[in-house]
């Protein structure tokens, strides 16, 4: 499986789309800021939102496409799947 997500740093706080073959290794990185670069600087830790695919370059095509919206846009994604802007990674990591 190929995802794409979207992490946050809190409610409506800054938000970080990506793509990864495997969303608990990747979501861990970004909560505990393993890996240098934009999202350890703004401490985007909280899984907000993210959809399953099973080739990559369908995700990869959801990922540009998303990239390209408008940041309400993302809100309004985010909130529809969850409105509470819960940390979805304790779901996903079991």
């Known amino acids: ?3 794409v997500y979207l992490m946050a ?3 409506y706080g800054t938000l970080y789309l990506g793509v990864t073959n ?3 290794r990747r979501a ?3 909560k505990h ?9 703004y401490r985007i830790g909280r899984l907000v939102w993210f959809e399953a695919f099973d080739n990559p370059t369908a995700a990869i095509e959801c990922e540009k496409k998303i990239k390209k919206w408008r940041r309400q846009w993302k809100v309004r994604l985010i ?3 969850n409105p509470e ?6 779901k996903i990591a079991m």
Do not use: R, V
């Open 79 to 81: 909130e529809e799947a």
């Open 85 to 90: 802007w819960l940390d979805l990674y304790e």
């Open 1 to 3: 499986m190929y995802y």
């Open 33 to 41: 800021g393993l890996t240098p670069g934009f999202t350890s600087k």
């Open 22 to 24: 495997n969303l608990a």
């Open 9 to 11: 740093s809190g409610m």
């Open 28 to 30: 861990y990185q970004h």
